[in-house]
């Protein structure tokens, strides 16, 4: 069994192979406290502490789970490297319990109370709007790591998944010009993100692929059971399932569209909420064939995932699995350090201002950049499931800037 110090000097080789950096600390005492805290974080002369804000418990703990693991591995990898602005990162963790009043509530003690200098945190779309007035109220700054719906932009928060033209309409046009689909039947979990979601790809269906809508059903968060929607897509034959289902229901849902005989060899599947976090709990036997559109595989190929992979199994096991979200929010913590020195500061006004423009050859999705609209250049990659529960990426995109509030679509 290692040390604490084999695995603290474990954390800081594998940061640095990670993040190629160079000398690994930057002293607190050339960064005095009260220069670069001037609005009374949480901030001393020797730590910073942060928060985090997920679903560790409830029917998002499926998915969310991934992000809370990432985002403390990225810490504990900067604290080794020396912390930020030689300070070290300290972690208030909070559990919004897949209920959106908890995150609000959550997210102004941690603000208010606590005084933490950013918040790495929610998932659903319905979090973040429910935490987005507290944070721009009380002038916080969120980390926010999914894959969304877009319009929104907000100088509180820097997205690192991304946003509907990103995904939700390449996606849409490489299964039209690869299957040739013009049905859809649109599935999603009833709350903000898959209904607005499912508007934008209706719009791009109808208006832009020239293709057909035949249904459109809608879920309560957690709910388990699909035998009537099954029997409807067997009558209405859709070319493409379009499926935005989140949570645990996931489980339930492919595990049921394969007892129906609903599988990849007589029906293509799109989905934009399945990722390695769900398929460890649904099956790769539940879903294999089936198609996912995201930026980011755990089968990605190339030195910084790999390096990436390493470090997440040493610390959580040989058995872990890594999904788009988790990689997006494994991104939030280093790019609130690139800012934070950037800056010279801990001020949320000025990391904001610094945050535009920084760029990350390291990532494991590979290189990307932050646009000056908070929001990442990512590429899109759809991956087809493999029995093992990974993914085989079957096409990349060139870098798609982000457009959150694209025309037409609103």
Not at 148 to 175: H, P, R
Not at 205 to 218: H, P, R, S
């Amino acid at each position: 069994m290692k040390s604490s110090r084999q695995k603290f000097r474990l954390l800081a080789t594998l940061a640095c192979m990670v993040f190629a950096c160079g000398p690994l600390a930057v002293q607190a005492a050339e960064f005095p406290t009260a220069q670069v805290n001037t609005t009374g974080l949480a901030v001393t002369d020797d730590t910073v502490t942060v928060g985090q804000l997920h679903s560790a418990t409830g029917t998002m703990a499926i998915s969310e789970t991934g992000s809370i693991q990432a985002e403390q591995l990225a810490i504990e990898q900067i604290n080794a490297m020396g912390g930020v602005l030689g300070r070290k990162i300290k972690i208030i963790v909070e559990d919004g319990a897949s209920d959106w009043p908890t995150f609000a509530e959550k997210a102004k003690k941690l603000l208010v109370n606590d005084k933490v200098a950013a918040v790495m945190g929610c998932w659903t779309s319905a979090s973040r709007k429910a935490v987005l007035p507290v944070f721009e109220k009380e002038n916080g700054m969120l980390y926010y790591p999914t894959f969304y719906e877009g319009l929104e932009q907000s100088k509180n928060v820097i997205y690192t998944g991304q946003e509907a033209t990103q995904q939700i309409i390449a996606g849409l046009d490489w299964i039209a010009k690869e299957k040739k689909a013009k049905t859809f039947y649109l599935i999603g979990s009833d709350y903000i993100w898959p209904r607005t979601s499912s508007k934008i790809a209706r719009k791009h269906i109808e208006n832009v692929l020239k293709g057909t809508v035949v249904g459109e059903e809608f879920y309560a968060l957690g709910s388990t059971s699909f035998g009537s929607l099954i029997n409807k897509i067997k009558l209405k034959k859709p070319d493409v399932i379009y499926a935005i289902i989140v949570g645990g229901s996931n489980v339930a849902f492919y595990k049921q569209l394969k007892a129906a005989g609903i599988t990849s060899d007589k029906q293509t599947l799109l989905t934009i909420s399945t990722t390695e976090d769900e398929v460890l709990g649904i099956g790769g036997e539940n879903l294999v064939g089936f198609y996912s559109a995201m930026k980011y595989f755990q089968s990605l190929e190339n030195d910084n995932n790999k390096k990436f992979v390493e470090a997440f199994k040493a610390k959580y096991g040989a058995k872990s699995v890594i999904g788009d979200v988790t990689q997006a929010a494994y991104l939030g913590p280093w790019l609130w350090k690139a800012a934070v020195e950037k800056a010279g500061s801990f001020d949320i006004d000025k990391v904001a201002a610094a945050s535009p423009g920084i760029e990350m050859t390291t990532a494991p999705e590979g290189y990307v950049k932050l646009h000056p609209n908070h929001h990442l250049w990512s590429k899109l990659r759809i991956g087809q499931w493999q029995l093992d529960g990974q993914a085989k990426v079957l096409y990349e995109s060139g870098l798609i800037e982000p457009d959150p509030f694209p025309k037409g679509y609103q």
